[in-house]
């Protein structure tokens, strides 16, 4: 059975930092690409970021670069998002998505953590 499970999402003040983590099983995580997205209240999911297997490339959105950094442990099939001066607007629930490709796509994701920033 493919499992993806996030957790790290906590509710934190604007200018703070949070890890993200994503537990992976069920598939050969070091042959594929994984990748973050996320899901504001009220809006749609938003592709946030992608890593290949062996994190040679490692693509952000736009808006990101620079804030958030995207790792992975291939020997433990573990994948983290660390997020740092976190805005009002980072607030979503954030999903570790598998079978990712470098244009967005995935083909499956976990339920989620939740990334609160608030004063």
């Known amino acids: 059975e493919v499992r993806l499970v996030e957790s790290g999402g906590a509710l934190v003040q604007p200018g703070g930092s949070l890890r993200l983590s994503c537990a992976a099983a069920g598939f050969t995580f070091d042959d594929n690409s994984v990748s973050w997205v996320r899901q504001a209240p009220g809006k749609g999911l938003e592709w946030v970021s992608v890593?290949?297997?062996?994190?040679?490339?490692?693509l952000y959105t736009e808006s990101l670069k620079g804030r958030f950094t995207d790792s992975r442990d291939n020997a433990k099939n573990m994948l983290y998002l660390q997020m740092n001066s976190l805005k009002f607007e980072d607030t979503a629930l954030y999903y570790c998505a598998g079978g990712a490709t470098l244009t967005e796509d995935y083909d499956f994701r976990g339920q989620g953590t939740q990334v609160t920033v608030s004063s």
């Open positions: 890593i290949t297997w062996n994190a040679g490339s490692i």
